[in-house]
């Protein structure tokens, strides 16, 4: 049998993935400007809120998951409230605010353990028949065209919400100058925090999404944010469309890199790419 | 009749040791235009950096209206006191279009409003007005960042205006500075640039204006300010200050 077809299939699952995560950190990394490790307990938020509120309370699962997604954009936009906003009003540096954000990650996810054991759970209980689909010899679940449909959507939603409102274009103002902003008016703190918003429900999205596909623990946001960082880095960091081309550019890598070697090997071949980048073009493909 | 509008005391900045700005006490008067010379690292730029709230100050007090009394100014809350500026090395929105540009100053919507709105009519029609007084009105479209260097000067300066016609931060902006708005431009971009000046002093608003050239000082300037190491030289009416041995002296060298 031709391993090829589903080869691709399964980069484009797991591209996809990475192009969920890697709109949301961009969209932070783009107006605050640092590294925001703590983006990645957003999935694991998103993921254990539908899992309580479905498994655990029984709730429907759309309502479950429109709550899930609040929860995950509540707790980016506190994380900037509290933490990053204060230390950005005192002229942190990017380095401070990313191991402020590495202190996000790290309680958050311990907390998750506390409420939730830290053992593996899945979602794909919560609905009923995943059906299985073959297409050109290649298979995928339902969850799995979800998936990639969502990518779609989300990326001409953000189009939209960027170039189309006026919210975008504030958005856009503070990524080129933020001081300016600032002095012509803008409401920065705001705006920045409604990003937070929006890049914490992104995160949460994708927890939940990967939640139905294989499933969830409370730690596993590092290793999905350093996917969408190194994605982000090869597609240009800051650059929302450029972080797609990152995204399945990384997840063609690493599903065709383990055609013939031990799968293991996964993460060597994302930090290899990583590593070739920063030395060769450390701007990414579409530097901004 | 004159009335101040800004003031400082005792106003202090250093950089590692050398005193930018030292114990400048300097006021501005309202309506007028106030030129502030000095040789290169006089202070000038400090200054307005420190009344804009780029730069936080070490010591002393800004006065705005007799009425607002600041020992630290925030660059956020700025344009809800009526002040606005451009910059000596222009900073635009470089990703957004030239219109993007003046309407992000006129409005601003949260996320949600801004699903639902649009530009209104009044705003396109105040972007409209103000960008055809700069001469822009035709690249509109463009991205700011493919403009020529004098068009990128004006547009800043368009964006001043917006701010002069918009009261969307609580005040619409009555005190402008200008960070030496005529370098490098054509002499036919400079009458664009002088005219608006004259225009907004017909308004009323004040105007305090960076500028080397000494002619276009002597057309615009009710008052000239000179600094010299931070300290305050002289100040009065152009062609008395300007005729002062020490301001010659301080200005023009040996």
Redesign the interface.
């Given at each position: 049998m031709d391993i090829v077809p589903q080869l691709i299939a399964n980069s484009l699952i797991a591209g996809s993935i990475y192009a969920i995560l890697t709109l949301g950190f961009n969209l932070t990394y783009s107006t605050a400007k640092f590294i925001d490790i703590g983006f990645g307990v957003e999935t694991a938020i998103g993921g254990y809120s539908v899992f309580y509120l479905c498994k655990t309370l029984g709730l429907p699962l759309y309502f479950g998951i429109f709550l899930g997604l609040f929860c995950s954009g509540l707790v980016s936009f506190l994380a900037y409230r509290f933490i990053y906003k204060p230390l950005r009003a005192r002229k942190a540096s990017g380095t401070v605010l990313l191991i402020a954000s590495l202190g996000v990650l790290t309680a958050l996810q311990a907390l998750v353990a506390i409420l939730f054991t830290s053992q593996f759970q899945t979602l794909s209980g919560l609905i009923q028949a995943n059906r299985v689909f073959e297409l050109l010899g290649g298979t995928f679940t339902a969850v799995q065209l979800s998936i990639f449909c969502t990518v779609l959507i989300l990326s001409v939603l953000l189009a939209f919400l960027l170039k189309g409102t006026l919210f975008g274009k504030a958005i856009t103002a503070i990524s080129d100058d933020e001081e300016v902003a600032k002095i012509v008016g803008i409401n920065t703190e705001r705006v920045m925090g409604e990003v937070f918003f929006i890049s914490g429900m992104i995160g949460g999205l994708a927890g939940i999404l990967i939640g139905f596909d294989t499933g969830i623990e409370p730690i596993m946001g590092l290793s999905w944010l350093l996917a969408a960082v190194v994605a982000a880095i090869v597609g240009g960091i800051g650059n929302l469309y450029g972080g797609l081309v990152g995204a399945y550019l990384l997840a063609f890598a690493e599903n065709f890199g383990i055609w013939k070697i031990s799968g293991e090997w996964k993460m060597a071949i994302a930090f290899g790419l990583l590593i070739i980048f920063l030395v060769w073009r450390p701007r990414g493909l579409f530097p901004r | 009749m004159t009335s101040t509008i800004l003031q400082t005391k005792h106003l202090f900045k250093h950089f590692d040791g050398v005193k930018a700005v030292d114990h400048l006490s300097v006021s501005f008067e309202k309506g007028k235009i106030t030129s502030i010379i000095g040789p290169n690292g006089s202070g000038k730029s400090t200054l307005i950096n420190l009344l804009?709230?780029?730069v936080p100050l070490d010591a002393g007090e800004v006065i705005i209206a007799h009425s607002l009394h600041f020992t630290r100014v925030k660059?956020?809350e700025?344009?809800?006191f009526g002040l606005?500026?451009t910059?000596q090395d222009v900073?635009?929105?470089?990703?957004?279009s030239v219109l993007?540009?003046i309407?992000?100053?006129l409005?601003?919507?949260?996320?949600f409003?801004?699903?639902f709105?649009?530009?209104g009519t009044l705003h396109l029609a105040q972007a409209e007005e103000v960008l055809k007084k700069m001469g822009l009105w035709e690249k509109r479209h463009s991205l700011a960042i493919n403009l020529s260097y004098g068009q990128r000067k004006l547009l800043e300066i368009a964006?001043v205006l917006a701010?002069t016609r918009s009261a969307?931060?609580g005040r619409a902006a009555d005190i402008i500075f200008f960070d030496e708005p005529f370098a490098g431009l054509f002499p036919e971009m400079r009458k664009v640039v002088v005219s608006v000046m004259k225009e907004l002093r017909a308004e009323g608003r004040t105007q305090i204006l960076v500028e080397h050239n000494m002619e276009l000082i002597r057309e615009l300037s009710d008052e000239v300010v000179v600094l010299d190491a931070g300290e305050l030289l002289a100040q009065g009416v152009p062609n008395e200050v300007l005729a002062k041995r020490e301001v010659i002296e301080a200005y023009l060298g040996e």
């Open positions: - | 804009t709230g780029l660059s956020h700025v344009a809800g606005t500026r910059f900073r635009l929105f470089e990703q957004l993007d540009n309407l992000v100053v409005t601003e919507r949260g996320v409003a801004s699903l709105e649009t530009h964006r701010m969307r931060t």
